[in-house]
């Protein structure tokens, strides 16, 4: 099988989205909408490219260095099937770990999928946050957003950490410059930092 999957866009190495160097893939469609999106060119459906799992998977196994794999959105599950199959090539033909985000709470996902069905998928990730972004509960969290996210560790791979990553107030953004018309900002930003900037960038111009 080799589906097709909408995403937004991917870099093959980045430090800032969680432990390590990591492959990142942003998935394109988000039903959310939460007030002050932190990303929200992923969120039209029908926005971004569509790929095949099997190029995404090459562009993965062709990246030096990296130690995992971070799929982020827009919203991941929207295509499960595809997401589906990338986490179980990777699973199975790589060493790589696996970080995920969701907008979806767990419990809107075993609402979703069923509860059988998530937690089969959920055992092969890593690291997984789930949760909208609330803007007020922005207090510069390491990997989330806002506070009500919770991070769940699935395996043994990080689970010695948790404490740590719960508390850091730490978060560190990049900028992949790729054309003069097409900037990419990886990371989670401070509060406000996108849609501020977008601003300046908009009065430079
Ligand atoms: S879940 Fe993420 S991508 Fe979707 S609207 Fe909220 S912040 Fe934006």
């Known amino acids: 099988m080799n589906s097709l999957v909408r995403i937004s866009h991917y870099i093959d190495s980045t430090e800032v989205l969680g432990p390590g160097k990591r492959f990142v893939i942003w998935f394109q469609g988000c039903k959310k909408k939460c007030h002050n999106c932190i990303n929200p060119d992923g969120q039209a459906e029908q926005g971004g490219s569509l790929v095949s799992v099997e190029d995404i998977f090459s562009e993965i196994t062709n990246s030096k260095g990296i130690q995992g794999v971070t799929i982020s959105g827009g919203e991941p599950f929207l295509q499960f099937e ?21 907008g979806y709470t767990m419990k809107e996902l075993k609402r979703r999928l069923g509860e059988t069905t998530l937690k089969d998928f959920l055992q092969k990730i890593d690291i997984f946050i789930d949760g909208e972004y609330i803007e007020s509960l922005d207090t510069g969290s ?15 791979k990080y689970r010695s950490f948790a404490r740590q990553i ?21 990371g989670i930003p401070p509060k406000n930092f996108y849609h501020e900037f977008i601003k300046k960038v908009g009065e430079v111009r």
């Open 82 to 102: 595809p997401l589906q199959e990338l986490v179980d090539r990777i699973r199975r033909d790589t060493r790589l770990d696996l970080m995920l985000y969701s």
């Open 142 to 156: 390491m990997y989330r957003g806002s506070d009500n996210q919770n991070i769940y560790f699935f395996t043994e």
């Open 166 to 186: 719960y508390e850091a107030k730490s978060r560190e953004i990049e900028f992949d410059v790729r054309t003069d018309e097409e900037t990419y900002m990886i």
